[in-house]
Nanobody, 125 residues
Framework: QVQLVESGGGLVRAGGSLRLSCAASGRTFSSYAMGWFRQAPGKEREFVAA????????LLTDSVKGRFTISRDNAKNTVYLEMNSLKPEDTAVYYC??????????????????WGQGTQVTVSS
């Protein structure tokens, strides 16, 4: 069983930055892929970023490339989402996820087995 707890969300002005953290339980954290998704009001959950077990292979959705960075610290069982140059359209609840059967990252939410409770990110214009 894996438990994920996100933190770091908040209210920020457009152009600002936030760093989200996701603390994971479980001794095998370092062996599986992790991802971040987001869901805005009235919209479906969408993929944001993912990385492989080592952090050496990353995926980003086109709308955040050049602004967001995903990384992980396996010694701390934590994955991060560094968000810069934030825009109002980045406003959403951000969810951390774990795909314990995969070592490579994926954009498919159906391949993630565990999800955090979410953290709200609000970007004002």
């Amino acid at each position: 069983q894996v438990q994920l707890v996100e933190s770091g969300g908040g209210l920020v002005r457009a152009g600002g930055s936030l760093r989200l953290s996701c603390a994971a339980s479980g001794r095998t954290f370092s062996s599986y892929a992790m991802g971040w998704f987001r869901q805005a009001p009235g919209k479906e959950r969408e993929f944001v970023a993912a990385l492989d077990w080592s952090g050496g292979i990353t995926l980003l959705t086109d709308s955040v490339k050049g602004r967001f960075t995903i990384s992980r610290d396996n010694a701390k069982n934590t994955v991060y989402l560094e968000m810069n140059s934030l825009k109002p359209e980045d406003t959403a609840v951000y969810y951390c996820s774990a795909a314990h059967k995969r070592v490579l990252p994926t954009r498919n939410p159906g391949e993630y087995d565990y999800w955090g409770q979410g953290t709200q990110v609000t970007v004002s214009s």
